[in-house]
């Protein structure tokens, strides 16, 4: 699991996942981490979020040498996140994975390079979905007139212009060494520095716009996300939109996320782009969307809750 064909070099990488019923996905993802990474030091940290479905097994079984946390709760990503490098060894740079993330080979490397290159900061591969489709991972920040956009043009359309969209979506920002406000989560090497200044990731956004906040208060710390575009992954992850109350967790967050960095006034505009987004698609029959636009008009339901209620034990325990 450790390599180091580069005499004196003083690189290790933290590769931290964080699991919830990943049995059926890990494997493929724990195939992909040894091309992926050759030429690099590194060692895995999975932390568990109460998986009953023999996840940690899964990590113990085809992994030995990682280490496991178990959380003892579905404790949320930044929580699980946190759980790990507390568990973790030593290291120069963490690449936060999801499980169902598999690595082109080489992706490590030039992941590393170009976050040396940067003078760290967090750096991301290009991302494809499963049927070969891009995945626009690189995002900037949310605004409410990118909000308006994407409730009038549509993301993808609106993403083709920066004052508009917050998805960006011209192929050549993921041609070419380019630089955005933040990026989606799925996959992302973080310096060591830019770990120390801006960690630990806030545990109070249980799933969605955790990354957000993490890469935002990197860039207000000076450090940039950027893209490689010779580092490939694979994401065969589902659509949030499948699931209602996936839908409706993002777009409370998005909004939660903007009240903490805007004022009142701001955030009011905020909500209402939001808002008129999703209610514009219930009436076009999105069970999502009518899912999101109820929980939006319901003012408790944004307040600063970290996540779904639990009746397992906050207890924990590592192996590995």
């Not at 690189?11 to 019923?21: E, F, G, K, R, W």
């Not at 989606?184 to 630990?200: Q, Y």
């Amino acid at each position: 699991m450790t390599t180091d064909p580069v005499a004196g070099s003083g690189d290790v990488v933290a590769v931290i996942v964080v699991t919830y019923h990943s049995a059926a996905v890990l494997p493929g993802l724990l195939d992909s981490l040894g091309p992926g990474l050759a030429g690099l030091r590194w060692h895995l940290t999975v932390a568990d979020n109460a998986s009953t479905d023999g996840t940690a097994e899964t990590v113990r079984r085809l992994m030995p040498e990682a280490r496991v946390v178990e959380t003892g709760r579905n404790a949320g990503y930044s929580a699980g996140i946190n759980a790990a490098i507390a568990a973790a060894a030593p290291f120069t740079a963490v690449l936060v994975l999801n499980p169902d993330i598999r690595l082109a080979p080489g992706c490590g490397r030039h992941l590393l390079d170009l976050l040396h290159r940067a003078g760290d900061g967090i750096v991301v591969p290009v991302v494809t979905m499963a049927d070969g489709s891009p995945e626009h991972t690189l995002r900037r920040e949310p605004t409410v007139l990118r909000a308006l956009g994407d409730a009038f043009l549509g993301a993808e359309r609106a993403g083709r212009f920066p004052l508009l969209g917050e998805v960006v979506t011209d192929p050549a920002s993921y041609q070419r060494e380019s630089s955005s406000d933040w990026a989606v989560g799925s996959a992302m090497l973080i310096g060591e520095r830019c770990w120390a200044a801006c960690a630990p990731w806030d545990e109070s956004f249980f799933l969605y716009s955790e990354e957000t906040d993490f890469a935002l208060r990197a860039r207000d710390a000076g450090f940039s996300t950027r893209v490689a575009p010779a580092a490939r992954a694979t994401h065969i992850g589902g659509d949030s939109r499948a699931a209602p109350w996936l839908w409706r967790l993002l777009t409370l967050n998005k909004v939660r996320l903007y009240r903490r960095r805007h004022g009142r006034l701001a955030t009011t505009g905020y909500w209402a782009a939001i808002l008129l987004r999703e209610l514009s698609r219930a009436a076009l029959g999105s069970p999502t969307s009518r899912a999101a636009a109820t929980a939006l008009l319901r003012p408790a339901t944004l307040r600063e809750v970290p996540g779904p209620p639990t009746d397992r034990p906050a207890t924990a325990g590592v192996t590995g």
